[in-house]
């Protein structure tokens, strides 16, 4: 009998090994999208600094402008590297780890795909911050782009939270998941619904305020496009903070003690509710506030707005 069970336990940990070596290769995919995307920020910064660095006769750019690209390139790389943790986080956790999940393959590429469409519209906001770009329309893209990624994600944690009911995730696919894995999913999802939904709306709400006082805010052409970045920048970063900061005992190995001094208001709120419908619902609210605003500025008609921000 004992080595029956140590014969089972050895299997296990061969299993998870494999299954660790499984998702380090998907995350060396991960590490490679994101590793682009870096070197287009960083060509991008370099294309901007060339005058100055070939020494040739131009004025140094003013204070307000160094400034300004700076926060811009800190919410991208804070945003990116939130990002990038959670995903491959996400992976170690949900396939890799003790007790092992009996995945299936196509439960598997979907958990994949909802993350590779999480992460693509960072290599689009990398080229959006280039000198080509920002010269042309100003940090238009980048909002645009940054807009994309919490509205597509969003989409997507709906998509998760249909595709991870018992009904589709667990019947369907015949998998067999964790009870404490399903709730970590569970509370994650819905505070990332909740907060990622209320930031778009802010987002959204102040792109359309300062619309009233200059007629393409996130150009920065004048001091209320400049104004509206800097709130912008501001704003992105507070979500990070959010994000990293609240998720943090679901997303690293900590001891209980130590996981319970990370709980904090609104997550209690979520850990300790019996239902988290009213969670969800609130976010699809802000969800529709966010689609609201999106319509009012007509966001579809990209050939006018270029022309604005020009």
């Known amino acids: 009998m004992t080595d029956a069970r140590e014969s089972a336990a050895k299997a296990e940990t061969d299993l998870i090994r494999q299954g660790e070596r499984t998702i380090d290769n998907l995350k060396r995919l991960f590490a490679v999208v994101f590793a682009l ?5 960083a060509t991008g910064a370099i294309d ?17 402008l160094w400034l300004l690209n700076l926060e811009m390139i800190g919410v991208f790389v804070v945003t990116a590297g939130v990002f990038y943790h959670q995903s491959a986080k996400f992976l170690d956790i949900r396939y890799a780890k003790h007790p092992l999940s009996e995945a299936h393959p196509m439960g598997f590429a979907t958990d994949y795909l909802i993350l590779v469409l999480t992460v ?25 782009f940054y807009v994309g990624l919490l509205g597509l994600g969003l989409v997507l944690l709906l998509v998760a939270e249909l595709g991870h009911s018992d009904f589709f995730r667990i019947k369907t696919f015949q998998e067999t998941i964790a009870a404490d894995e399903l709730r970590r999913e569970r509370t994650l999802r819905t505070y990332w619904l909740l907060m990622n939904s209320l930031i778009l709306f802010v987002v959204l709400a102040l792109f359309w305020s300062f619309t009233f006082l200059t007629k393409c805010p996130p150009a920065g052409h004048d001091f209320s496009g400049l104004l509206f970045l800097g709130l912008f920048g501001a704003v992105a970063l507070l979500r990070d903070y959010l994000d990293f900061r609240y998720a943090w005992r679901f997303l690293y190995p900590l001891r ?10 609104p997550m209690t709120m979520i850990v300790g509710s019996t239902s988290l419908v009213g969670f969800v619902a609130a976010g699809i609210a802000f969800l529709a506030g966010a689609v609201i605003l999106g319509a009012s500025l007509k966001l579809w008609q990209i050939g006018l707005w270029i022309q604005a921000c020009s």
Request: no cysteine.
């Open 120 to 144: 693509a519209p960072f290599y689009f906001m990398a080229h959006a911050l280039s000198a080509g770009v920002t010269h042309a329309v100003g940090y238009f893209w980048f909002v645009m």
């Open 48 to 64: 901007k600094l060339r005058p100055l660095l070939a020494a040739k006769a131009v004025a140094a750019p003013p204070l307000w």
């Open 256 to 265: 209980e003690g130590s996981a319970a001094s990370f709980d904090k208001w």
């Open 37 to 41: 995307s870096f070197g287009v920020v």
